[in-house]
């Protein structure tokens, strides 16, 4: 049973940086395409940046294109997310998600999820 676990969220002023980690145990996240989801209370999760292969195509939401970098490390069974120039609007739980392979980057397509973890843009 893959388990996922984020780390990284935190507290950041506006035009800061984080990087969100994604570590896997019980089973590889090599087997799986990867993703990075959001939610802010009240709202629909959303898909935020997602990647199969490291030399196939990503998806990034259009809020966050050029901003944000996802990338993934097969032999540490990892992921991550990049975050640069944060937005107070970027403020949300963000999920690591193991996907369906070719999948688009929509939460049915997801087969296990993190926990999350939170991240807050603010002065």
């Known amino acids: 049973q893959l388990q996922l676990v984020e780390s990284g969220g935190g507290l950041v002023q506006p035009g800061g940086s984080l990087t969100l980690s994604c570590s896997a145990s019980g089973s590889t996240l090599g087997y799986y395409a990867v993703g990075w989801f959001r939610q802010v209370p009240g709202k629909e999760r959303e898909g935020v940046s997602c990647?199969?292969?490291?030399?196939?195509?990503?998806y990034y939401a259009d809020s966050v294109k050029g901003r944000f970098t996802i990338s993934r490390d097969y032999a540490k069974s990892a992921a991550y997310l990049q975050m640069n120039n944060l937005k107070p609007e970027d403020t949300a739980v963000y999920y690591c998600a193991a996907r369906t392979w070719g999948s688009d980057c929509e939460t049915h397509a997801v087969r296990s999820w993190g926990q999350g973890t939170q991240v807050t843009v603010s002065s």
């Open positions: 990647i199969d292969s490291m030399d196939g195509p990503t």
